[in-house]
């Protein structure tokens, strides 16, 4: 980026931020203030493992791993999309397949990006994170680098891992970069003349997975070297047959309030403390059964729904001995409370007023 183009976005950012200050509203990024100032990858999303193989409850023999499209994942809070990429029908088609497309085809790289670019053009201060995974055969450079072009969803991507650190939200989405791809294909990086592939290797971690129903969940690998993302695959596979045919690591639609409920924060919590880098993707399989999100506040450090900073305020009580005479086995001193000026609920209060009122204690 040239310095005058610099200048030209940081400007705007300042404008956009006084503006939501005069008219009291606070400027959000990914649904919270709290992240705006925060790294990209010191932030923790929620993905969806093949984000595009939608199936339902009701045709449990249909493969898939979600129950909602694209565009209601992102609704969601969804941030991360895992697109399983393979070569289309002609030389300059690309496909979403998963395994493969005899088991369960999702329709073009276009038309997934498509919608993932008309949702950001409505949703201007969410980041977003594709991450192109290319198992079966590898699509053409320049199938992959059209689709991309012909969605529009070009004009959102940030170009390249950055040189030092990654950039704050904040400032991504005053840059209007807000939606970052990786890719595993070495071949798709190096043709690409754009940078606007981030590629797999010694940028994303991703840690050992995905789990057999009943297995330990584990934290490795433990060898990182220079990898400044960390995806944590969180779902469990089967063995199941698709159209005739038998494949392993198939999703496994069972006991999914105990998989996306408590082990999805104890995965979670059990691999931070083994890890020296932030975990940035929890990767799941229906993300909308159990619950993902409520563990993923914690995660992040911000408040539940409806919750309010004022909410965490320390009551303190002036405590006065009434009675005080030797301790027996049936009988000890009776502590009379009257509350202490107690910080009134006013969700409106400024930062320097409630640090004013802790500090008046």
């Known amino acids: ?86 070569q289309g029908a002609t030389a300059s088609d690309v496909s979403l397949c998963y395994p493969d497309c005899n088991a369960y085809n999702g329709g073009s790289l276009r038309d997934t990006l498509t919608i993932v670019k008309n949702w950001l053009d409505t949703n201007q201060r969410d980041v977003v994170t594709i991450f192109l995974e290319s198992a079966l055969l590898k699509a053409s450079p320049a199938a992959v680098l059209k689709a991309f072009a012909d969605s529009g969803a ?19 989405i005053g840059n209007h970069t807000t939606l970052v791809v990786f890719s595993d294909d070495a071949g798709l990086v190096a043709a690409n003349p754009k940078g606007y592939f981030i590629p797999h290797p010694n940028t994303v971690l991703r840690l050992d997975g995905p789990f057999t129903y009943g297995a330990e969940w584990t934290c490795g690998p433990w060898n990182r070297r220079y990898e400044s993302i960390l995806v944590i695959p969180h779902y469990i596979v089967q063995t199941a047959t698709y159209n005739g045919a038998t494949y392993n690591n198939m999703p496994y639609p069972f006991n999914l309030g105990t998989t996306n409920g408590y082990q999805f924060e104890f995965h979670a919590i059990t691999c931070r403390g083994g890890q020296s880098i932030w975990i940035n993707f929890m990767e799941v399989d229906y993300y909308s059964e159990g619950d993902v999100k409520t563990p993923t506040l914690k995660l992040n450090a911000l408040p539940y729904p409806n919750d309010n900073v004022a909410n965490f305020y320390p009551q303190f009580f002036d405590a006065t001995v009434e009675v005080v005479g030797p301790i027996t086995q049936n009988m000890s001193p009776k502590i009379n409370c009257k509350p202490y000026s107690k910080i009134p609920d006013d969700d409106e209060l400024t930062a320097k007023e409630i640090v004013d009122n802790m500090l008046n204690f």
């Open 1 to 86: 980026m040239q310095p005058s183009s610099m200048l030209v976005a940081l400007l705007l950012g300042i404008l956009l931020h006084l503006s939501a200050v005069v008219n009291g509203a606070a400027l959000l990024c990914n649904g919270h203030e709290e992240l705006c100032p925060r790294p990209y990858n010191d932030v923790t999303y929620i993905s969806t493992h093949a984000s595009f193989a939608v199936t339902s409850k009701s045709t449990p023999a249909k493969m898939g791993t979600q129950y909602f499209g694209i565009q209601q994942q992102l609704n969601d809070g969804i941030r991360g999309l895992h697109l399983n990429i393979t």
């Open 154 to 172: 070009d004009k959102y991507v940030l170009m390249g891992k950055p040189a030092a650190a990654w950039p704050s939200l904040e400032s991504m």
